[in-house]
């Protein structure tokens, strides 16, 4: 773990040539917090010069379950969340459950202090009913990272404008997964109000750093242009 993480750390200081000021890790497959995993990411990312966002997951277990687990806790108050150089997310799906078994995971993080990133609007995995989910019980929050967020509809971009969240688009990987169109023409049209923030995603399934943060808005333009008919 602390190998992989820290030739990841290394491979992407070549994003700061293309303007990348901090790269998020989203780790959606820690399922320890000692030195086999979370401790061993932290200390990768803390030994290269750069700034990073350790977006800590478990995708085998529950959110409800992990986020508030003692260990967990511990891990989060051993990060701290007032380092510069390394913040914390959590990061969970929302299913669209009307019971709604991601709550937990969101008092957690409410309480702990880590703001929430979450696959929102990908095709066939998460859409509008767990972003209606996250606002009627109060967890959209200016903090919240909603990456992807390719099939939503237009209320689910205003709910998300209106609570002041982050939509993280990686066209490469929307496009090349199946993920849905990349949403940045949806995100900048009239009345949406979210401002999209491009997404570099690992360089061993997509191309360098400059091009993928190119292609949101070289999307953006050819979508409006097909549109309008230009």
């Known amino acids: 773990m602390h190998a992989g993480n820290l030739l990841a750390a290394i491979e992407a200081i070549e994003a700061i040539d293309a303007g990348v000021t901090t790269v998020v890790d989203r780790s959606h497959g820690l399922q ?22 350790l977006a800590y997951g478990n995708i085998q277990q529950p ?10 806790r511990d891990f989060v108050r051993r990060c701290g969340t007032d380092d510069d150089m390394l913040g914390l997310q959590l990061a969970f799906d929302v299913t669209g459950d009307p019971a709604f078994p991601e709550r937990p995971a969101f008092e957690a993080a409410r309480e702990l202090g880590p703001a929430v990133t979450t696959h929102a609007g990908v095709w ?10 996250m606002h009627d019980h109060g967890f959209m929050t200016p903090g919240t990272v909603y990456v992807h967020a390719a099939s939503l509809s237009a209320d689910s ?74």
């Open 32 to 53: 320890t917090v000692d030195d086999a995993d979370a401790d061993a990411a932290v200390d990768a990312r803390r030994s290269v010069p750069g700034r990073f966002v």
């Open 63 to 72: 959110p409800a379950e992990w986020s508030t687990a003692p260990e967990f």
């Open 124 to 133: 066939g995995a998460t859409g509008d009913d767990g972003i209606k989910l």
């Open 157 to 230: 971009y205003h709910r998300i404008a209106a609570t002041g969240g982050s939509v993280s688009v990686s066209t490469e990987s929307e496009q090349s997964a199946g993920q849905g169109y990349p949403p940045t023409w949806a995100l900048r049209a009239p009345l949406a109000g979210v401002l999209p923030a491009a997404q570099p995603v690992r360089p061993c399934r997509v191309p360098g750093p400059a091009r993928r943060l190119d292609n949101p808005y070289t999307y953006t333009e050819y979508r409006s242009s097909s549109t309008h008919g230009g």
